[in-house]
């Protein structure tokens, strides 16, 4: 299957503490992104790393990429309850085509 | 700027009839994507326009069909409903689809229920 793998499938942290999932993908790819996801709704685009890019911050995200690895992580910094949802990174093989990730659930108690 | 208007926002059906969903993209946006969504398979690609045309296409039945106007919104249909097919479908919206370093905007969703 094309579609990225992520773990942990669930993560349950206290507020405060550092959140951190992962993703594997089979393909090469031309970019990676990271969507959240709250309780069923649409999904909201958090950052984008190229292939050719190895770390990206935006705010409490940081973003690696090994593409030698064929992964990515993504790291939440100083966890809020806000940052409850699912979490799927994205990315584009070949063309006009997003394939996602199977989702991370992170659940943050206050 | 508006965001990606999906609508309805839920929907009951009964095995065997149809539905047409809908999705208005954010203005400017020529490529709309739609996706299904369920516990099971996760998010999974259905189709994606661009400019009136279908440019790649998912691993789904003829049952699924699709189309975009010359406005850019999109609709998604789907016929003979089948029990499986209850899930949440996303719309989501670009400047120029998956070619280029884009991003997508979803829409809230609609929430299909077949009976």
């Known amino acids: 299957s094309q579609q990225g793998e992520e773990d942990p499938q669930a993560l349950s942290i206290q507020e405060g503490e550092n959140a951190t999932m992962n993703c594997s993908y089979k393909t090469s790819i031309n970019n990676l992104q990271w969507y959240r996801q709250n309780s069923g709704r649409g999904l909201v685009h958090l950052i984008l790393i190229r292939s050719n890019e190895r770390e990206k911050h935006s705010g409490r995200l940081r973003v690696t990429l090994d593409t030698s690895k064929k992964s990515s992580s993504l790291l939440i910094t100083a966890s809020r309850a806000a940052d409850t949802a699912s979490y799927f990174c994205?990315?584009?093989?070949?063309?006009?085509?997003?394939?996602f990730g199977t989702g991370t659930r992170l659940k943050v108690l206050a | 700027k508006a965001g990606v208007t999906q609508t309805p926002r839920y929907l009951i059906k009964t095995r065997g009839q149809q539905v047409t969903l809908s999705c208005s993209p954010i203005?400017?946006?020529?490529?709309v994507s739609w996706y299904q969504q369920t516990p099971g398979q996760g998010l999974q690609f259905l189709f994606e326009y661009f400019s009136e045309t279908q440019r790649n296409k998912g691993n789904f039945p003829g049952r699924f069909s699709g189309r975009q106007f010359s406005n850019s919104r999109s609709e998604m249909n789907v016929s003979t409903l089948e029990l499986g097919d209850s899930a949440l479908y996303l719309c989501?919206?670009?400047?120029?689809?998956?070619?280029?370093?884009?991003?997508?905007?979803f829409g809230a969703g609609t929430r299909l229920s077949v009976l």
């Open positions: 203005s400017g946006h020529r490529s």
């Open positions: 989501a919206s670009s400047f120029t689809g998956a070619t280029r370093v884009d991003i997508q905007y």
């Open positions: 994205a990315f584009t093989s070949g063309t006009y085509k997003y394939i």
